[in-house]
């Protein structure tokens, strides 16, 4: 059985500059991938190349997108655009900016069932009622004539969840859908987001904090600087990384740390794309770097069945296991 979706080798340049360089992931029916990574790293561009929505200037150069077999990137814009909310869906970080502020929320929603269902003005209403009640904003009925601004940053969320799982679609991609939140509203829409995950949505969720995908995510992509540094299962790569970046991300992650030990940043920024250092893209930051890394570049290789890694001593990382610290100390 093939994969619903399976991205590979996925190239997205803007000019001449490869911004996501050589990226694979896949997402069975049914299964959560997270994208992890610090800002810039490339998850959001990997996903609005899925969804036919990457800004004007970037390109797709190489590489393959297919969606239940059907390659994605062969298909025309009236296409994609019916696939888009029909099948595969997305909400953003900031709902504010996704959301019509001179329309109200109820209207905003019902009209997806209009456009899209065909529905009538009474039948949509009733519909978009019952999508906010379904996402747990209370007195659906009375807020459904409110405004974007009248709404809390959680309950904008929760709106946008509603719109995006209007159509019911197979494939939700959730690009930082918990950072412009507070901790226990965080939590909230995550739960939400495994209810309908254990429904058999399946999901793409991104964030910059690993310990914010850990309960709800199968499977695991780290991302650096446009590439993939490390994959495997939740279940494996978390009790034991296999590769320096992602012990420094667990490090650095207040929800994956529980408050248990002290939150250590990685030391340093991501490089800038257009001027990448030479060898292990990381290796200025590494604290586990020697000579070797400063010349030559670790391939993503398997490191145990179903895990990979893209370091030159991901097995001596993945040994070290969780006394590793990374600031080196
Ligand atoms: N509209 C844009 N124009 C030029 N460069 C962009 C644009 N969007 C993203 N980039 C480049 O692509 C990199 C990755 O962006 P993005 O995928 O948004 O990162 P992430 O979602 O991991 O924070 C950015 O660091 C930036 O260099
Ligand atoms: S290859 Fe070297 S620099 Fe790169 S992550 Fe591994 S140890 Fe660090
Ligand atoms: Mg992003």
Not at 86 to 106: C, K, R, W, Y
Not at 122 to 148: K, L, W
Not at 166 to 190: F, N, R, S, Y
């Amino acid at each position: 059985m093939s994969a619903l979706l399976d991205v590979s080798g996925l190239v997205v340049a803007f000019g001449d500059v490869p911004t996501v360089r050589g990226v694979s992931f896949a997402v069975e029916k049914g299964q959560t991938l997270a994208i992890v990574g610090e800002s810039g790293s490339g998850k959001s561009l990997s996903s609005l190349a899925v969804l036919g929505l990457l800004p004007p200037q970037a390109r797709v150069t190489a590489g393959d997108i297919r969606w239940e077999g059907q390659d994605l990137l062969a298909l025309g814009d009236t296409e994609i655009r019916r696939l888009r909310g029909e099948q595969l869906a997305m909400i953003f970080q900031d709902p504010l900016s996704a959301l019509n502020p001179s329309l109200t929320v109820g209207y905003q929603i019902a009209e997806m069932f209009r456009r899209r269902r065909g529905m009538r003005r009474r039948q949509a209403r009733a519909q978009a009622i019952e999508a906010m009640t379904e996402v747990g904003i209370p007195d659906a009925g009375q807020r459904f004539g409110a405004y974007p601004h009248e709404f809390s940053g959680g309950m904008r969320q929760r709106v946008m969840i509603a719109i995006a799982l209007a159509l019911e679609p197979k494939l939700l991609i959730a690009d930082e859908p918990t950072t412009a939140l507070d901790v226990t509203v965080q939590a909230q829409v995550l739960r939400l987001l495994r209810r309908r995950q254990s429904e058999g949505l399946s999901m793409i969720i991104i964030s910059h904090d690993l310990g914010v995908v850990a309960r709800t995510a199968q499977s695991v992509v780290v991302m650096y600087a446009g590439q993939a540094v490390e994959t495997g299962t939740v279940a494996d790569v978390y009790p034991a990384p296999a590769h320096p970046y992602t012990v420094g991300l667990m490090a650095a992650s207040p929800s994956a740390r529980d408050g248990r030990r002290e939150v250590l940043p990685i030391e340093g920024y991501p490089p800038d794309i257009a001027t990448l250092p030479s060898g292990c893209v990381f290796h200025p930051r590494c604290p586990f770097a020697r000579e070797r890394c400063r010349v030559e570049e670790p391939a993503l290789r398997e490191v145990a069945p179903g895990r990979s890694s893209a370091c030159h001593y991901a097995e001596e990382v993945l040994t070290s296991g969780a006394e590793l610290d990374h600031a080196g100390a």
